[in-house]
């Protein structure tokens, strides 16, 4: 049986720790979806569509994967789209308990759904979005931690939202 599989995350925006993680599931499964959370109760820094977009980018070259966006809980999308198990990263033991106590939240909601960790690639252990935002912010170099295909867009939007421009 074919075997579909979700990536979901904030995506505020897309790393090469995410890039690893979604390439990894797309040479293991049929399918991988990457669900772009839209409302988590903070305030992203790009936009649902720019998110979408940057994943498009990075990942065009994955033809079983699919960018998607989603509301509401997990556990609820994944039963109504058909979807077989979450796959999440772990990049440290930092990650390890919120990650635990959302595989056996979704699990309760959703007894079918099973959670798969892979741990995260050494080059992309420390890697996460806000740290982006916050070095790009600053002016520092973000090329190490972000697809160079979206780089420019990401240092343009978070420059222009510091300046104020947008
Ligand atoms: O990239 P993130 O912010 O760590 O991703 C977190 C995400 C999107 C996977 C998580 O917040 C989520 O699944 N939110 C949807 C709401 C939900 O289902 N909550 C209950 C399970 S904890």
């Known amino acids: 049986?074919?075997?579909?599989?979700?990536?979901?995350?904030?995506?505020?925006?897309v790393t090469l720790g995410h890039l690893d993680i979604i390439t990894r599931a797309a040479n293991m499964f049929d399918k991988?979806?990457?669900?772009?959370?839209?409302?988590?109760?903070?305030?992203?820094?790009?936009s649902t569509q720019e998110r979408i977009e940057l994943l498009s980018e990075s990942l065009n070259n994955l033809k079983n994967v699919e960018i998607t966006s989603f509301d509401?809980?997990?556990?609820?999308?994944?039963?109504?789209?058909?979807?077989?198990?979450?796959?999440?990263?772990?990049?440290?033991?930092?990650?390890?308990?919120y990650e635990f106590q959302m595989a056996i939240t979704n699990k309760k909601l959703n007894p079918s759904l099973e959670t798969i960790f892979l741990t995260a690639d050494a080059?992309?252990?420390?890697l996460s979005s806000s740290m982006v935002r916050e070095v790009c912010k600053m002016g520092g170099d973000i090329s190490n931690f972000v697809p160079a295909c979206v780089h420019d867009r990401i240092v343009e939007k978070i420059k222009n939202k510091k300046t104020g421009v947008i």
């Open 1 to 13: 049986m074919k075997k579909t599989v979700i990536c979901p995350g904030s995506f505020d925006p």
């Open 32 to 46: 991988v979806v990457v669900a772009v959370l839209v409302n988590s109760g903070k305030t992203p820094s790009f």
């Open 72 to 97: 509401g809980l997990l556990a609820d999308y994944c039963r109504e789209h058909g979807i077989d198990a979450i796959v999440k990263g772990l990049r440290a033991v930092s990650d390890f308990d």
């Open 123 to 126: 080059d992309s252990m420390y």
